[in-house]
């Protein structure tokens, strides 16, 4: 280890506290900003505590805008739904430093691009790390009090430009442990977030009880059927992959390095992790992130890239199809990132360099 780093962590929901929670258990020095402030509140003389699988009680330091959280730390790190993060990151791109390390957990449509680019922009290069989830699982408790559900054992991660690679991975290690598994550029690492079509077949299987506000436990609903559902939707993210040369972990994986469960059917697995106490439990509203920030940024990716991989997510297709009716809303239009970047305009090699190199930029036509 090199020594104590500050972390700036933009957010100050569950995995902002859980992980600031863990870079304090590990000896750095984390600093948390709530952008509309209501979010570190609660710290105004009381300390962050973190309870379950990281034991903690600290004060973290708190910013007042993005300029401080950008001025006053050597890593940045944003933890908030992603349906905030254009938002965050066009408070940031002014502040931040030629070389100073930006993280995205998780990272979702593209953002690293969005905000490489806009960083170039400024003339300012620096190494951004998408992780295709977050090191930490939990949920905000009332007050400054975070729940831990679990640490996970491998996060899937890659850096732009990929020069950066090693020295990345370096610092991802230094600052939470030696759990990073490096995956080959933005499009893997797009197709490496299983919420989106776990959270879709947990959500379609459950809306009742989140539309009636029911307090219930998610492993325990991952029933045979809607654990069919998540292995069939698997297959649709796994065939894309494939496709584009990408390699990815299945969900099977992705239960076993999360939730510390012997492999088994989906449905068999979450019943193990509910009967261990880290089922989880499920979203009481209807206007839960597993639908808001999983369908437009997540879903919504996922469906473009089959298209241009010429692997139709039916699946996922229908999933964003049947959300939106429910909703009575245009779900794959609320994409802020994707619109931002006009991905239309773009062919799959343009994404396929843009996520080597996190510039997305037409290839120049060959004069014939
Ligand atoms: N919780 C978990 O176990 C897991 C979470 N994730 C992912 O991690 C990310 C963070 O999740 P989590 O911490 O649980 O989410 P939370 O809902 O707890 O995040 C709340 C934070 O997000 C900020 N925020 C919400 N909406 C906006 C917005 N529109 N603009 C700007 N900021 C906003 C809030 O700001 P303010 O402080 O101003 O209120 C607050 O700081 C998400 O992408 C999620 O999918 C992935 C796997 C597991
Ligand atoms: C609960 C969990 C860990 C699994 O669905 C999750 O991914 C989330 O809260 O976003």
């Known amino acids: 280890m090199s020594g104590p780093k500050r972390i700036g962590i933009a957010g100050a929901g569950s995995i902002a506290f859980g992980t600031a929670a863990l870079l304090a258990d590990r000896g750095h020095d984390p600093m948390l900003w709530s952008p509309s402030g209501a979010g570190t509140a609660a710290l105004d003389g009381a300390p962050l505590t973190a309870t379950g699988a990281v034991e903690a009680r600290f004060?973290?330091?708190?910013?007042?805008?993005?300029?401080?959280?950008?001025?006053?730390?050597?890593?940045?790190?944003?933890?908030?739904?992603?349906?905030?993060?254009?938002?965050?990151?066009?408070?940031?791109?002014?502040?931040?430093?030629?070389?100073?390390?930006?993280?995205?957990?998780?990272?979702?449509?593209?953002?690293?691009?969005?905000?490489a680019q806009a960083l170039a922009a400024r003339g300012v290069a620096a190494?951004?790390?998408a992780?295709?989830?977050?090191?930490?699982?939990?949920?905000?408790?009332?007050?400054?009090?975070?729940?831990?559900?679990?640490?996970?054992?491998?996060?899937?991660?890659?850096?732009?430009?990929?020069?950066?690679?090693?020295?990345?991975?370096?610092?991802?290690?230094?600052?939470?442990?030696?759990?990073?598994?490096?995956?080959?550029?933005?499009?893997a690492i797009s197709l490496?977030?299983?919420?989106?079509?776990?959270?879709?077949?947990?959500?379609?299987?459950?809306?009742?009880?989140?539309?009636?506000?029911?307090?219930?436990?998610?492993?325990?609903?991952?029933?045979?059927?809607?654990?069919?559902?998540?292995?069939?939707?698997?297959?649709?993210?796994?065939?894309?992959?494939?496709?584009?040369?990408?390699?990815?972990?299945?969900?099977?994986?992705?239960?076993?390095?999360s939730f510390h469960v012997p492999v088994a059917s989906i449905s068999e697995m979450n019943q193990q992790m509910h009967a261990r106490g880290n089922g989880g439990t499920g979203p009481a509203t209807a206007d839960s992130r597993y639908v808001t920030e999983d369908v437009p940024y997540g879903l919504h990716l996922t469906a473009v890239l089959g298209r241009l991989a010429g692997r139709t997510a039916t699946l996922h297709e229908a999933g964003i199809a049947i959300f939106s009716a429910m909703y009575g809303r245009d779900f794959a239009s609320e994409n802020a990132l994707l619109a931002a970047l006009r991905l239309d305009r773009f062919t799959l090699e343009d994404l396929q360099r843009a996520a080597r190199t996190g510039l997305l930029r037409a290839a120049p036509h060959p004069v014939s």
């Open 59 to 115: 004060a973290p330091r708190i910013a007042g805008s993005a300029a401080q959280l950008a001025a006053e730390n050597d890593v940045l790190l944003i933890a908030l739904p992603a349906y905030g993060h254009k938002m965050v990151l066009d408070a940031l791109a002014p502040h931040v430093r030629a070389g100073q390390h930006v993280i995205i957990s998780s990272h979702a449509s593209l953002g690293a691009v969005y905000l």
């Open 192 to 257: 490496s977030n299983l919420n989106p079509q776990n959270h879709m077949g947990i959500a379609l299987g459950n809306i009742t009880r989140m539309e009636r506000g029911e307090v219930w436990s998610q492993g325990q609903n991952v029933t045979p059927k809607v654990g069919r559902l998540l292995e069939q939707l698997d297959l649709e993210r796994l065939a894309i992959a494939e496709a584009l040369g990408l390699e990815v972990k299945t969900i099977f994986e992705h239960f076993h390095l």
């Open 131 to 187: 992780w295709g989830t977050t090191v930490v699982t939990g949920r905000r408790q009332d007050g400054a009090a975070v729940q831990v559900n679990t640490l996970r054992a491998r996060v899937d991660s890659c850096t732009v430009p990929e020069s950066e690679t090693e020295s990345a991975l370096t610092l991802c290690r230094d600052l939470f442990g030696d759990r990073f598994q490096p995956r080959d550029g933005l499009l």
């Open 127 to 129: 190494p951004i790390t």
